[in-house]
């Protein structure tokens, strides 16, 4: 192996992501994995290795986003994400992808696509190494029913967003296997509406079961995912009866959806994606966007319940994911890891418990074989170096600037910085 296929950080304060206490220690890396981690200063031999000398900074996985859109352009419009032209897109896309990789996004799992193919084919370019970019899960647009969240068509002129508009198990059915064609990792269904879409509100549950069923049963047949936009307790329960996986938003769950999230916690993952609800009620009129009066008043009431539902889902053991549906013109791409310091604010984990759940919980959800997420022997080699301790403080996270050292695969994104780290290659000891 020649010595550009070893790192070793010495010198480092460890979260292993799994959950444990924070440790000083060092870790090998070797090709794209995990080799040795040591409680112990000098015990890993460093032959052969570059030599990364963390001074104290943290050593951590890299963080998964659980709810991503990669192709969403920050716009205050859902029309106006339908009027950028392909090519257009695809750059942007392709900027957005790497940003998230700066911010110490090592994975992202997309929740839709904005036009049909970008997810597919900026995961496919960054899986050939043409174009930096974290571990990416593609996802369809949002397969969704006429007047459904994603359907923005007048009624005498077509406008497009990230939606494509199907009724019906048949149309369900067949949009689904068109996109498991195209290459999707993962289906996006609406079977809930959202406070500002006018005829399909976040209590509505717009679709029904048979369109739901005809979904999971394209994906199972071909070992994609389902993930489903649920806020009303209703969408929620029709979701997993189908055996939907990952669950968005949840925040209008009764007690009986919380049930049954609870008997499928082996299975199923929950996002809130309380980033994008916090900022809209409390950041959006900063950004020219003011909301009516009733919409924020349902807004509160929503997040409310989503804090209450959240807190209930964590105590019965249920993985809750940060990802925060960021994308929008006041919940921009790149601010992503506030999603963490939403959850130690809001929903009452510790700074530790956010971290796991976008390491360990956010690896879980890759698909990677489980070997993703963790400071481990044998895992992937997706690291972080940080300035500072995140968990005594989560919100450092979101300093891309601390980021001294971002490591995907085994392979330096960003070097170490040179203040705190010198790295040099050693000869053998
Ligand atoms: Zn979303």
Not at 21 to 34: M, T
Not at 134 to 150: D, K, N, V, Y
């Given at each position: 192996m020649s010595a550009s296929d070893r790192v070793l950080f010495r010198n480092v304060r460890v979260?292993?992501?799994?959950?444990k206490a924070p440790f000083s220690g060092e870790v090998l890396v070797a090709g794209n994995r995990i080799e040795a981690v040591s409680?112990?200063?000098?015990?890993?031999a460093a032959a052969n290795a570059e030599v990364?000398?963390?001074?104290?900074a943290t050593l951590m996985p890299g963080l998964v986003e659980a709810?991503?859109?990669?192709?969403?352009?920050?716009?205050?419009?859902?029309?106006a994400l339908g009027d950028i032209p392909p090519e257009e897109h695809t750059l942007l896309t392709m900027k957005h992808v790497r940003l998230l990789l700066d911010h110490g996004f090592t994975s992202i799992s997309s929740a839709?696509?904005?036009?049909?193919r970008l997810d597919i084919v900026i995961r496919n370019a960054i899986r050939a190494g043409d174009i930096p970019g974290p571990r990416m899960l593609a996802a369809s647009p949002e397969i969704t029913p006429?007047?459904?969240?994603?359907?923005?068509?007048?009624h005498h002129m077509h406008r497009d967003t990230f939606a494509v508009v199907a009724d019906g198990a048949d149309e369900f059915r067949r949009v689904a296997r068109h996109f498991v064609r195209e290459g999707v990792d993962t289906l996006k269904i609406n079977p809930s509406g959202d406070e500002f879409v006018p005829h399909a509100r976040?209590?509505?549950?717009?679709?029904n079961d048979d369109e739901v069923a005809a979904v999971c049963e394209v994906a199972r047949s071909r070992d994609k995912r389902v993930a489903a936009h649920a806020r009303s307790a209703e969408s929620v329960k029709m979701a997993l009866r189908h055996g939907v996986e990952i669950i968005f938003h949840?925040?209008?769950?009764d007690e009986e959806a919380l049930d049954q999230l609870e008997a499928a916690k082996d299975r199923v993952f929950v996002a809130p994606t309380v980033g994008v609800t916090w900022s809209t009620l409390k950041e959006a009129g900063d950004y020219g966007i003011p909301l009516p009066a009733d919409v924020l008043h349902a807004l509160e009431v929503e997040l409310e319940a989503a804090v209450a539902g959240m807190k209930a889902l964590k105590k019965r053991g249920v993985r809750i994911l940060p990802g925060g549906d960021?994308?929008?013109?006041?919940?921009?791409?790149?601010?992503?890891?506030?999603d963490l310091e939403h959850f130690v604010r809001l929903?009452?984990?510790t700074p530790l418990e956010a971290i796991t759940a976008a390491t360990r919980h956010g690896g879980e959800l890759m698909?990677?074989?489980?070997?993703?997420?963790?400071?481990?022997?044998?895992?992937?080699?997706?690291l972080l170096l940080v300035d500072g301790d995140p968990s005594r403080d989560?919100?450092?996270?979101?300093?891309?600037?601390?980021?001294?050292a971002i490591m995907l695969d085994g392979r330096f994104h960003k070097r170490p910085h040179p203040r705190a780290a010198a790295a040099r290659p050693m000869a053998a000891e």
């Amino acid at each position: 192996m020649s010595a550009s296929d070893r790192v070793l950080f010495r010198n480092v304060r460890v979260i292993d992501g799994g959950g444990k206490a924070p440790f000083s220690g060092e870790v090998l890396v070797a090709g794209n994995r995990i080799e040795a981690v040591s409680r112990r200063a000098g015990t890993i031999a460093a032959a052969n290795a570059e030599v990364v000398d963390g001074d104290g900074a943290t050593l951590m996985p890299g963080l998964v986003e659980a709810h991503a859109h990669p192709s969403f352009a920050n716009t205050s419009t859902l029309e106006a994400l339908g009027d950028i032209p392909p090519e257009e897109h695809t750059l942007l896309t392709m900027k957005h992808v790497r940003l998230l990789l700066d911010h110490g996004f090592t994975s992202i799992s997309s929740a839709a696509a904005a036009k049909p193919r970008l997810d597919i084919v900026i995961r496919n370019a960054i899986r050939a190494g043409d174009i930096p970019g974290p571990r990416m899960l593609a996802a369809s647009p949002e397969i969704t029913p006429t007047s459904g969240l994603g359907d923005v068509r007048l009624h005498h002129m077509h406008r497009d967003t990230f939606a494509v508009v199907a009724d019906g198990a048949d149309e369900f059915r067949r949009v689904a296997r068109h996109f498991v064609r195209e290459g999707v990792d993962t289906l996006k269904i609406n079977p809930s509406g959202d406070e500002f879409v006018p005829h399909a509100r976040a209590r509505h549950t717009v679709m029904n079961d048979d369109e739901v069923a005809a979904v999971c049963e394209v994906a199972r047949s071909r070992d994609k995912r389902v993930a489903a936009h649920a806020r009303s307790a209703e969408s929620v329960k029709m979701a997993l009866r189908h055996g939907v996986e990952i669950i968005f938003h949840a925040t209008l769950c009764d007690e009986e959806a919380l049930d049954q999230l609870e008997a499928a916690k082996d299975r199923v993952f929950v996002a809130p994606t309380v980033g994008v609800t916090w900022s809209t009620l409390k950041e959006a009129g900063d950004y020219g966007i003011p909301l009516p009066a009733d919409v924020l008043h349902a807004l509160e009431v929503e997040l409310e319940a989503a804090v209450a539902g959240m807190k209930a889902l964590k105590k019965r053991g249920v993985r809750i994911l940060p990802g925060g549906d960021y994308g929008f013109a006041w919940n921009p791409i790149g601010r992503n890891a506030r999603d963490l310091e939403h959850f130690v604010r809001l929903f009452g984990f510790t700074p530790l418990e956010a971290i796991t759940a976008a390491t360990r919980h956010g690896g879980e959800l890759m698909m990677q074989g489980g070997e993703l997420g963790q400071i481990r022997i044998g895992y992937l080699a997706d690291l972080l170096l940080v300035d500072g301790d995140p968990s005594r403080d989560v919100s450092i996270l979101q300093d891309r600037d601390r980021l001294l050292a971002i490591m995907l695969d085994g392979r330096f994104h960003k070097r170490p910085h040179p203040r705190a780290a010198a790295a040099r290659p050693m000869a053998a000891e």
